[in-house]
DNA sequence: TAGCTTGTTGATCGTTGCTCAGCAAGCCGA
DNA sequence: TCGGCTTGCTGAGCAACGATCAACAAGCTA
């Protein structure tokens, strides 16, 4: 043979990380299978569980790749001033970001609650992430009561975004007022 | 051996799908086994393929179980009269039910949301229906945008209450009425 | 060239979802 | 009592998948 691609450990576990994300948006988290994988990166399945112990850490790692994404896309950039900073700048680019990559988002959001504590372990991370940041964002004390509402709101506005998505029943600005409004509702500053 | 129990074909459906609710509650979906529910109704494996087709006509048919019971509690009772028949009624019997069965509850969500669409959809159905009678409770006409913000609605209330239960960070009362007061500001009358 | 590290594989095992041929329990008519 | 029918039920066995392990080989260094 021509000699195998021997990659270095970094690079390897960033290729199957990568696999995962590709694959994640088809393939119902369940059904995505460690044979497959190892087919598309043109391994042995052997070497998959050199990198990671189970099947588990994988799938973690694969959420926790997603989760970054995400994270990355919401945290205002530095290149767009104006608008960026604010709530309304978090919740315009979240909507953007289901618009975007919905399928993706949605195999997060469905990953995350389906099953596996490890993987709802990283979702919780993001979630409290979010929370934090937002409870900063609007100037607000964080306490266990505000906690809770802005996680609910949280799951609000990723079912009505998801649906509003696939089936656009109000202008995109309404549905930014909407959810802005029930923020303000929730949390009287 | 004495002889094995033979039952009737309705019978054994009713034990197969009464063992998988109690089941449900301590076990992630995707870990209960065929096998192991199997050895509790005392039968080989294959008994249980006979009566559902594959394992997720099985956990269809547990699911469907499960959003019966909810159902039924969800509805005013006839001898109950008073503050039953209303859209308060609905909400102090659906943050009860939480109450009650919590881990069925969580179990019940979980699965549905959790990869296979037979079991989401009949989560699907289960909302639907929720909607339509959330709707003709309010007395509001039945749409695509109030369908979607009544859906919304729902996945707030699922996760607050289900937070509530494990942290009760405000009273009861309060609780509902600002589920009572959200849902207003959504559908103005 | 020898030797070490480490990326990589093939053989193999236990579990699990699922199939299939056939056994046996109960009921009926003669 | 006997034969025959329906149907609840089983055991052997297959394929797929997660996981383990001993061993090979690529590449670096001395």
Redesign the interface.
Known sequence: MTGRARRSADDRRAQLVQIGLELLPTT????LTIDEVARRAGISRSLLFHYFPSKRDYYAAVTRAAAELLWAHLLPRPGTPGDGSGVDGMLDRYVGWVETFRETHLAF??GA?????WVAEVYAETRDRLVEVGLRTLGLPD???RR??V??????????VA??VL?P??PREELLA?LR??LD??LPR
């Open positions: 119902p988290v369940q059904e959001v469905r609650s389906g099953g596996d504590p306490d266990a009561r809770q509402l996680l609910a709101f949280f799951a609000f506005t990723e079912d009505l649906q509003w089936e029943t109000m909407l409004d029930v509702r929730l």
